[in-house]
């Protein structure tokens, strides 16, 4: 088959045609690559395991660092524990009947002892060395970098890239700026 | 037909479709999202994406080396040396890294299990309440003295609570028998040290790293003898002395092993005659080495040697004898060590003996100045160390279950693996009503055990080991879970906690502790802090930085200096017996233990499976080894597959060709041939200790080495796994290079 397409002349018109192909070849592969990889992606990132909200427990005045005390004292935030949870939840009463179902979920989930497996939205690549404490400890607020999460259900997907970081250390005092731009302040 | 394509649009095409490539390469990211896993129930101090690292003491052998684990977010994910422990200091071996490869066994058992019949595979969960109940009652109902235990080299403290169990019990005490142990010569090495000492048997300490020249009779220190890693270390002070002095080193062995090849010199010595050489030399220096050696106590015994004889039976010319010899007046610290490979042979321990005499006869024994002293004794008695049994105590233990006076067996360890089949452990027991395993994999004596009660890991377990074999100080190593059991498994030291508490009588009177960690606190509270590297004022303090140093050991060395020891008149050396003997069996079978798998308690870990033997580069499979001027007088090449048999057994090997072994000689490691021990163990190569006759020493230890074999072809051919080419081993081949 190859061969037959090969052994005739060749000419521009047959080169033509071949790059024809080849762009049409690319531009089914950029629509695969939407449909069956980048579609799913947007999809799992929403597909959470339980029906959480951050802003019913931030409007319910829960502070940041009670589920998140990693950040004021270590690199990662962490998510709070099922424990941490239910020590809330068996004695909130539910607003309504959808609150109640959701919560259900909370409770089953707790009585089969196993934990709850989020899908998780702020990852850094291998090669940063991201760390909260310092950025909390400079008074950084938390929607700074996470939005506010006061209107938001699970949580928002940022950009959380270098240029996003550096913005910010630029345009610190200039005798910190030399050191919060060096490159090896966060890879190392 | 050569117009295709031209050579400008094959470029064309080629160029177009790497762009495409390119750009689509640019934007696709496979990448899932990752997912989170908070606790459960958090533990306290855990803090998220911080690490902990919990000081522990690794069991992949039975050196006790200190680990120091990483632990993050509640998960061990690498284990490291303990650079303040005396033994290993930070430095740890490829078995003790791949630890966590037994952690995280897909194969583990997750609960205790009965077995329908012994031998199918139907298991049946249980409850361990009803498991000990279950063993409770088989041990009460038990004729007096009818129950028994079978282990390896067990933790420590496993040993020093099922001793007094079965004292209670007036049962047979524990038999220990262990591969690794025998192949180390460990007992008959201690036997003969007490022996010409005049102490407690004991292993003594061969302090390598100041001294300027060693003979190593078959120890193989830098690959599995003793403590590997503390020899290693040693080994390195050794050849760095200071003021670029560089220490020399002799390895006489039958076969160039990793050991022999950093050696200066490799003697390949004929097996089994050691001690005739040692004698030899010792006589040459007593003649012509003048000084200390003439006047030593130790002359006489070494008068009567016959040199020619020696030469002529080890394939070592006398001149080189003399050269060997003498060469080592020249040196202020030499150190002889006998090794592992003597304990093989029917004549180790007076092999032994000879070379330990060797080097009281050059004034090396006595003395803090001396090259050889003591292991420190304990730091508290309480502390009890396992002790190997001998060959002997196995088989006298197997009689009597094939007598059927063994009602109840209880087994920490892998016999149907480890031992001869020669010593007809399965016979055995076939006889024994109620068998009891504690395998936490299902391995080939678990198969045929009726009550499967899987202990932990030692990273899930607490314990100790008395770091008894190459340390300078009496240290003791401690063993901390870093990770909550992750299986519904019990320590087996608990588990004969609970039944002593369920026999109740005479056994819970001598094991009051509810559970290991009592146990252990009690031993710990028994500590005290004159020199240790932490202060110890009170039991508490004693527990904490047990806990967080990994042990307790005191900061300076202390070494346990012999006295000079009365000086033996004669020395009976026997003429080395190896089964099959005029039998047709041409070749003597050397086995060795694998750098990875050890006796094959590391095949479970494919870590340990993909290691490749430092001196063949191979993996995976099991070997044998043939000089090439065997290979070619038997008509075999590399990669065929031939029969190795003895009048035991045989078993199936590839053949790999190596110049570095005597040609009357054939190795195989060991480690292989699993029928059952785990996914990455099971059916590959094959157990070389199938083939071993079963014959002892003058201790009563197994003479591994005294088997003869001869090579049967089978045709077949398979390519044996491994990583380097085999350029410079058929240049040996085509040149007939002989080794020596």
């Not at chain 2, 967080?548 to 009365?566: D, F, H, I, V």
Request: aromatic content about 8%.
């Amino acid at each position: 088959m190859l061969q037959s397409l090969f052994r005739a002349r060749p000419t521009r018109v047959w080169l033509l045609l071949g790059g024809a192909a080849t762009l049409i070849g690319l531009a089914a592969l950029f629509a695969a690559f939407w449909i069956f990889i980048q579609a799913p992606r947007a999809q799992a990132y929403a597909a959470q395991p339980l029906p959480f909200e951050h802003s019913k427990h931030v409007q319910a005045g829960v502070n940041c660092f009670f589920c998140h005390p990693g950040a004021t004292n270590g690199p990662v935030a962490g998510l709070p524990s099922l424990a941490k949870c239910m020590g809330c939840h068996v004695a909130i009463t539910p607003k309504d009947a959808k609150d109640q179902a959701d919560i259900d979920k909370l409770i089953k989930q707790w009585e089969t002892g196993r934990p709850i497996r989020w899908v998780k939205i702020f990852e850094q690549p291998d090669f940063v060395r991201f760390n909260h404490r310092p950025h909390l400890a400079q008074g950084v607020a938390c929607e700074t970098c996470h939005g506010n999460v006061a209107e938001m259900g699970y949580a928002q997907v940022y950009n959380l890239n270098m240029g996003f970081c550096l913005n910010c250390h630029r345009a610190q005092s200039a005798e910190k700026v030399t050191r919060l731009i060096d490159c090896a302040t966060c890879h190392y | 037909m050569t117009q295709f394509l031209s050579r400008r649009q094959f470029i064309q095409l080629g160029g177009l479709a790497g762009t495409a490539v390119a750009v689509s390469g640019c934007t696709i990211n496979l990448q899932q999202p990752e997912k989170l896993e908070p606790y459960v129930t958090p533990p306290e101090e855990a803090l998220p994406g911080e690490n902990i690292w919990y000081a522990s003491t690794c069991r992949q052998c039975a050196a006790g080396c200190g680990i120091i684990v990483r632990v993050s977010n509640g998960r061990p994910r690498k284990i490291e040396g303990n650079p303040q422990h005396p033994l290993n200091r930070g430095k740890l071996c490829a078995r003790g890294q791949a630890g966590l490869q037994l952690l995280y066994h897909p194969d583990r058992l997750r609960n205790a299990v009965k077995q329908a019949r012994r031998g199918s595979r139907q298991f049946t969960p249980l409850y361990w309440e009803a498991a000990l109940a279950q063993a409770a009652e088989r041990v009460k109902a038990a004729r007096p003295g009818a129950v028994a235990f079978y282990g390896n080299l067990i933790p420590d403290n496993l040993a020093a609570i099922i001793g007094p169990f079965f004292q209670a019990l007036n049962a047979p005490a524990p038999v220990l028998f262990d591969v690794q142990a025998t192949f180390d010569g460990r007992r008959t090495l201690a036997l003969a040290t007490g022996q010409l000492l005049g102490v407690e048997p004991a292993l003594p300490v061969f302090d390598i790293a100041r001294a300027d020249v060693v003979f190593s009779f078959g120890a193989n220190f830098t690959e599995t003898w003793l403590s590997p890693v503390a020899y290693g270390h040693a080994f390195a002070a050794l050849r760095g002395g200071p003021l670029g002095k560089r220490g020399y080193l002799v390895q006489f062995e039958p076969r160039l092993s990793a050991t022999a090849a950093v050696a200066d010199k490799w003697i390949p010595i004929a097996p089994g005659t050691e001690a005739a050489v040692a004698l030899a030399l010792g006589k040459i220096l007593v003649l012509e080495g003048g000084g200390a050696a003439k006047d030593s106590p130790f002359a006489a015994l070494f008068r009567s040697a016959d040199i020619q004889g020696a030469a002529a039976a080890s394939g070592i010319s006398e001149d080189r004898l003399r050269e060997l010899a003498l060469s080592l007046v020249r040196f202020a610290r030499p150190v002889i060590i006998p090794g592992g490979a003597l304990a093989g042979h029917t004549n180790a321990a007076a092999a032994m003996t000879a070379v330990l005499a060797l080097n009281a006869l050059l004034g090396q024994i006595g003395g803090q100045a001396g090259a050889i002293a003591l292991t420190p004794a304990a730091a508290d008695p309480a502390f009890a160390a396992a002790t190997p049994s001998s060959f002997a105590d196995a088989r006298a233990l197997i009689e009597k279950m094939k007598a059927g006076a063994i009602d109840v067996l209880f087994v920490h360890g892998n016999p149907l693996y480890d031992l001869p089949v020669a010593a007809g452990f399965a016979e055995g027991l076939a006889r024994v009503p109620f068998v009891v395993s504690f395998s936490s994999l299902v391995d080939e004596t678990a198969v045929q055990a009726d009550l499967i009660l899987p202990d932990h890991t030692y990273l899930e377990s607490w314990g100790y080991q008395v770091v008894a074999p190459v340390a300078d100080r009496p240290a003791l190593s401690g063993q901390q879970p870093v990770v909550a059991a992750l299986y519904d498994t019990r320590a087996t030291s608990d588990v004969f906690l609970d039944l002593a508490l369920r026999l109740g009588g005479a056994v819970k009177q001598a094991l009051p502790w509810p559970n290991t960690v009592e146990f252990m606190k009690a031993l710990t509270g028994k500590l005290r802090g004159k020199d240790a590297a932490y202060p110890v004022k009170t039991p508490e303090q004693a527990w904490a930085g047990w806990r967080q140093m990994g042990g307790w050991w005191p900061t300076a060395e202390e070494r346990a200096a012999p006295k000079p020891p009365p000086a033996p008149r004669t020395l009976d050396v026997s003429r080395p017996q190896f089964a099959g003997e005029g039998g047709g069996y041409p070749f003597l079978l050397y086995p060795y233990g694998s750098v990875a798998l050890g006796d094959g308690r590391g095949a479970s870990q494919p870590w340990l499976q993909e290691t490749p033997d430092p001196m063949t580069t191979a993996s995976w499979d099991t070997w044998v080894e043939i000089n090439p001027i065997t290979a070619k007088a038997l008509g075999v090449e590399r990669d065929d597959v031939v029969k190795v048999a003895s009048a035991n057994g045989e078993i199936e090997a590839i053949v790999y060709i190596y110049p570095g072994i005597r040609p009357d000689v054939v190795a195989v490691p060991l480690g292989q041939g699993h029928s059952s021990f785990g996914r990455y163990a099971n059916n590959k190569g094959a157990n070389v200790l199938a083939l071993l006759a079963a014959q002892t020493n003058e201790r009563g230890d197994l003479a591994w080495a005294a088997t003869r074999v001869k090579i049967v072809p089978t045709g077949r051919r398979r390519v044996l796994p491994r990583i380097e080419n085999n350029v410079g081993v058929d240049f040996a081949q085509k040149n007939e290079k002989v080794p020596g």
